[in-house]
C-alpha cells in the first residue's frame, strides 16, 4: 500500500498539519487504526502537562490514626471501621513480615 503525505487539522490549535507517508507507515505497522488528531506542539504540550500532572485533581487524603502505633498519619483512601489501618513505616515492616 502506498502511503502519501496528507494535511490534516489539529483538534487543539486548529492548525494544519501534515501526517506524513512515514508516520502513515509506522501507525499502520503499529495497528493503529485512527490518524492523528493534534500536531506535534499539541502532542508534545498535552504530553509535558500529563507528565508534571498538572491536570490532575489533587488527590483525597484522610487523616487517620495508625492502628500499630498510634502515630496520626495520612491515606489516600477512605478507611473502613472493620479494617486496621498502619502508618507508611508500620505498613512497610508489616509487608515485609509476610
Same mark, same amino acid.
Given at each position: 500500500?502506498?502511503?502519501?503525505?496528507?494535511?490534516?487539522?489539529?483538534?487543539? +490549535?486548529? &492548525?494544519? /498539519?501534515?501526517?506524513?507517508?512515514?508516520?502513515?507507515? /509506522?501507525?499502520?505497522?503499529?495497528?493503529?487504526? &485512527?490518524?492523528?488528531?493534534?500536531?506535534?506542539? +499539541?502532542?508534545?504540550?498535552?504530553?509535558?502537562?500529563?507528565?508534571?500532572?498538572?491536570?490532575?485533581?489533587?488527590?483525597?487524603?484522610?487523616?487517620?490514626?495508625?492502628?500499630?502505633?498510634?502515630?496520626?498519619?495520612?491515606? #489516600? /483512601?477512605? #478507611?473502613?471501621?472493620?479494617?486496621?489501618?498502619? +502508618?507508611?513505616?508500620? /505498613?512497610?515492616?508489616?509487608?515485609?513480615?509476610?
Amino acid at each position: 500500500m502506498a502511503f502519501e503525505d496528507r494535511t490534516l487539522k489539529c483538534k487543539d +490549535c486548529g &492548525n494544519d /498539519f501534515i501526517f506524513s507517508a512515514g508516520e502513515q507507515e /509506522f501507525y499502520a505497522e503499529k495497528g493503529f487504526e &485512527n490518524d492523528p488528531v493534534r500536531c506535534r506542539d +499539541c502532542r508534545d504540550k498535552r504530553r509535558r502537562s500529563r507528565d508534571d500532572g498538572s491536570d490532575r485533581p489533587a488527590r483525597q487524603m484522610y487523616t487517620v490514626v495508625c492502628a500499630e502505633c498510634g502515630k496520626e498519619t495520612e491515606v #489516600p /483512601f477512605e #478507611p473502613k471501621n472493620d479494617r486496621p489501618v498502619y +502508618c507508611r513505616d508500620c /505498613f512497610q515492616e508489616k509487608r515485609s513480615s509476610y
